[in-house]
């Protein structure tokens, strides 16, 4: 008999306790390794580039390709939390996981390697809203600030050693070292999960609605798939590509929506929105977060190909600044908990304009002293503007709606990274494009390390846009009273 079958006692049936803890750390374990997973390739993406012979814009769907399959499901989350047990749910999450990761290590070119990601973004996907519900069901609001700070501590813990140990590893062996690293990481999460997941939802099995799976995904992949295409659009063919892609996915999205609120049983109740602090907390959540995955995934270009520094040693510069990040969201969760989150999350939006700034300025003759401390205050302002913008959403809605709530919030989450990177990237493009243009005789191996770093101070200055935008709305935050 397992920990999640009820027994007869004294001719009654009982169900077993409840144990947050073990349950959270199951769940934690889990989207450690998912993070981990989607963040540590970035430190490779220039290997991969030379080992494939791919561009910029091509290699970024190994990312681009990840969060936007998370994207996809997440809305369908809602539908399989009334539908799978949690125990379930868990053991499949790992299984997509684990099979993507063993793909990925016998990936003989591109498109195999792509398609592993997508297998492992599956299982990301499906955790991680089902972390989500589990702390709404299992914690009171007045304590989900820390407990969320929790999480993001050791979410965030997962990006923060990625690019060290991703470096260290493509330094010994290869980029596949990632993935190999990643085996008995997965090993264990599978097996502790086993022994310590149990079944908190209420299966309710409500009607499953196809059409509106089908416009959520061809909405969502049309936007992202339009962004992703901007850096590498050639010709009027090109350009026609975008506006296609971009049309279909608005209009797919229109009509999930209007369907959304005529059906009795919506896949995802967008009444959600009708709550104030929800919907400006979703807006910043899509800001930030469309700035924290573009510094991820630009820093490595930058440190490897700008400055032209070891995997590795481009790895360690990037450490202090995840640790903080995760340091900051536990410490300031405790905070919001008593204070709310209106100085908070303004002082982080402050913290974000003056670092992207001064990003925008980085050259290839700046100090790596000066790119830690520049990096670590960006950090630190993600994760003073994230979990609370988040947890005050979420708060604010009644309990009937939090599972949509959840599912809404971290839909926003990932397409606003997928967005993000794919907008980084094509900045990024852009700008080298210009500074080429601009070149005068050969580009020899040092003055190629400056034209990345012109794409790259192009790419931080739309974040700097991105975060002045968020600061002006945050000027509407206010504590939801619960």
Known sequence: ??????????????????????????????????????????????????????????VQWLTTGYILTIGVLVPISG??????????????????????????????????LLFARIIQAIGTGILLPLM????????????????????????????AIAPTIAGLLIEIHNWKGIFWFCIPLLTFSFIFGLIYMQNISNLTKPKVDIISIFFSTI??????????????????????????SLTIGILSL???????????????????????????????VFLVMSVNLSVSILMPMYLKEGLLLPAAIAGLIMLPGGVLNGVTALVFGRVFDR???????????????????????????????????????????????FNPAQTNGLNQLPTKFQTDGTAVMQTMLHVAGAIGVALAISTM????????????????????SEVVA?????????????????????????????
């Not at 989500?132 to 990006?159: C, D, E, Q, S, Y």
């Not at 909405?219 to 296609?244: D, E, Y």
């Not at 992207?356 to 790119?371: C, R």
């Not at 500074?435 to 005068?440: G, I, M, P, S, V």
């Open 254 to 284: 229109v009509i999930f929506s209007i369907r959304q609120f005529k059906l009795d049983a919506p896949m995802m109740d967008l009444r959600v929105f009708k709550f104030p602090m929800f919907a400006l907390g979703a807006a910043i």
């Open 219 to 244: 909405g969502f992949g049309g936007i992202v798939f339009s962004f992703s295409s901007l850096g590498s659009i050639v010709g009027t063919w090109g350009k026609w590509v975008f506006i296609l």
């Open 132 to 159: 989500m519900n589990v702390i709404l069901v299992l914690f009171p609001t007045h304590k989900r600030g820390f407990v969320m700070g929790l999480m993001m501590l050791i979410v965030m813990g997962a990006p």
């Open 79 to 112: 539908v399989l939390y009334q539908w799978v047990t949690t125990r379930n749910l868990f053991i499949i999450s790992l299984c997509f996981l684990m099979a993507g990761t063993i793909i990925a290590i016998f990936s003989f070119n591109f498109e195999f």
């Open 454 to 482: 012109a794409g790259i101070n192009a790419a931080f200055a739309l974040s700097l846009f991105l975060s002045i935008i968020g600061f002006i709305i945050s000027l509407f935050i206010k504590r939801v009273d619960v």
């Open 339 to 385: 204070y709310g989150p209106k100085y908070i999350v303004r002082t982080g939006f402050l913290i974000l304009i003056i670092m992207f700034f001064l990003f925008t300025t980085v050259k290839t003759t700046t100090g790596e002293l000066t790119i830690i401390l520049i990096h670590c205050c960006t950090l630190i302002g993600v994760a003073l503007v």
């Open 429 to 448: 493009s852009t700008g080298q494009k210009a500074y080429l243009d601009n070149a005068k005789g050969p580009i020899n191996i040092i003055a190629q």
């Open 1 to 58: 008999m397992n920990n999640n079958e009820s027994v007869l006692i004294n001719g009654q049936i009982e169900k077993p306790k409840i144990r947050p803890i073990p349950i959270m750390a199951s769940l934690l374990i889990g989207v450690f390794i998912g993070i981990f997973s989607q963040t540590s390739l970035n430190m490779g993406l220039s290997n991969i580039m030379d080992d494939f012979h791919v561009d910029a814009s091509t």
